[in-house]
């Protein structure tokens, strides 16, 4: 069983969204804008966030940023701005998925479900990787380069992990987006060019590691 902080300013879409989560035997609660949602999160012992975009108070991005500050709890996105753009810009900022509306209550269960599952997978994988630039700590969601701890961004963190632990082997970019993303993600290549693109940055010295592979995708080869 999950606990769901349902955030939207429209009181239908929260008690639908409630819902469904209490018919599939998650709990759940509820904020009306990004200010409360934050608050909440704090106080709260939430497993995933429900986060609409377009809010009073506070926009679902901003809140998304704020929390981000402070914890590494998965978020999924609602929100009516479905332009690509619009989605990148949420998964960059830290969110784990982004479903446009109107959205299926249905798809939405699947996708909590998705989300969780890879959560939940990390953690069961207790790893330490190590060469002579890079540290990955997967249990403590730690990564350090020439000795000096590095901040990513929750998909960062999940994309490198990923192609840390298939290294040596040659990722399509179809792979990546199904594995980091999920199989159900509805974005596209630019999407995973532009993670690989600021991973790298991150990553200093480190991003030599990370080869692109022309028409084909990427290989971790550290």
């Not at 409630?18 to 497993?47: H, M, P, R, T």
């Not at 940023?65 to 009516?80: C, G, H, Q, T, Y």
Request: with cysteine.
């Amino acid at each position: 069983m999950y606990n769901v902080l349902i955030v939207d300013d429209e009181q239908g879409i929260r008690e639908l969204v409630a819902k469904y989560c209490a018919l599939e035997g998650f709990s759940y609660g509820e904020a009306g804008d990004g200010l409360e949602a934050i608050q909440k999160v704090k106080q709260g012992s939430y497993d995933i966030v429900i986060m609409d975009v377009m809010m009073p108070e506070l926009d679902g991005f901003s809140a998304v940023r704020e929390i981000r500050k402070f914890s590494n709890l998965p978020v999924i996105m609602l929100s009516a701005r479905t332009e690509t753009y619009d989605k990148i810009h949420g998964l960059e900022i830290g969110a784990d998925d982004y479903i446009g509306k109107p959205f299926s209550p249905k798809e939405l269960m699947l996708r909590i479900n998705a989300v969780m599952n890879r959560v939940n997978n990390q953690k069961a994988n207790v790893e330490v990787y190590e060469n002579q630039l890079l540290k990955v700590d997967f249990t403590a969601r730690k990564v350090a380069v020439e000795g000096v701890q590095v901040d990513l961004s929750p998909k960062e963190y999940e994309l490198l992990f990923f192609m840390v632990k298939n290294r040596g082997i040659a990722l399509s970019r179809e792979k990546l987006l199904n594995e980091v993303w999920g199989y159900d993600f509805y974005g596209d290549d630019r999407t995973l060019d532009t993670h690989i693109k600021l991973l790298r940055k991150s990553l200093g010295n480190a991003s030599q590691y990370i080869v692109t592979l022309r028409g084909m995708g990427y290989r971790f080869d550290g």
